[in-house]
């Protein structure tokens, strides 16, 4: 398997943009997770799925962040409007499970908002 | 919701020597603790874990210690190599739950030559 995918490797936007961010999980596994990575927060859960559909969108910091999956080999994360405090490592990761399983990450988009 | 506080957040030691890092958590509910190694550039990976049955697990030069009376898990490398140089993050989690893991802010990792 080739992992856990991540598109794009980079992004480089203007505030008030859109930005969408794409991940493939790992065939097989039904768990699916989103999270932001800086140095002041350190990694930070947003969302995640189970079966593609949403199990806790807790950590989602507000109304301009939404996350989508919709099969079970693809998922979407959306920000509109972008702001430069939006500017982080975010990584998508899949498991067999929430708790117990190995999680495997992508590489990461690194998103920069001007 | 689940607390989990890392130390040090860098860590220097001499190629050879033993480097330790420490977590605590606060909920009392979790049983499940995994350590990740983040390589520059790359995604976090998992390195070892251990569940709240066992205090202590080994996997070669690295092993897990768990106090949960104290609340508190700690990473043991012993004689550190320079690919041992990264960030690490350690993370809680209470099996059968609907909350994930929640994670440490990371220590980096410095082995010098």
């Known amino acids: 398997d080739a992992g856990v995918i991540q598109s794009p490797r980079h992004e480089v936007t203007e505030m008030g943009q859109e930005v969408t961010l794409r991940c493939k999980p790992i065939?097989?596994?039904?768990?699916l997770f989103w999270y932001r990575q800086t140095m002041m927060r350190g990694l930070e859960l947003l969302i995640y799925?189970?079966?593609?559909?949403?199990?806790?969108d807790s950590g989602m910091p507000e109304d301009r962040f939404s996350a989508k999956m919709p099969n079970a080999s693809f998922s979407t994360l959306k920000i509109q409007p972008s702001e430069p405090r939006d500017s982080a490592v975010y990584f998508c990761?899949?498991?067999?499970?929430?708790?117990?399983?190995?999680?495997?990450f992508g590489p990461g988009t690194r998103l920069t908002v001007t | 919701g689940e607390n989990v506080e890392q130390h040090p957040s860098t860590l220097s030691v001499q190629e050879g020597d033993s480097a330790v890092i420490k977590c605590t958590y606060s909920?009392?509910?979790?049983?499940?603790f995994p350590w990740y190694k983040q390589e520059l550039g790359k995604g976090p990976q998992l390195i070892i874990d251990?569940?709240?049955?066992?205090g202590e697990k080994k996997d070669q030069r690295i092993a897990v210690t768990l106090n949960k009376t104290a609340k508190h898990f700690s990473l043991h490398i012993t004689e550190t190599q320079p690919e041992d140089s990264a960030v690490y993050f350690c993370?809680?989690?209470?099996?059968?739950?609907?909350?994930?893991?929640?994670f440490g802010k990371g220590t980096h990792l410095i082995i010098q030559p």
């Open positions: 799925f189970n079966n593609n559909v949403p199990i806790d």
């Open positions: 990761a899949s498991s067999l499970g929430p708790t117990f399983y190995e999680q495997y």
């Open positions: 065939s097989g596994h039904d768990y």
């Open positions: 909920d009392s509910a979790s049983n499940y």
């Open positions: 251990i569940r709240s049955n066992v």
């Open positions: 993370a809680a989690g209470s099996g059968g739950g609907a909350d994930g893991l929640t």
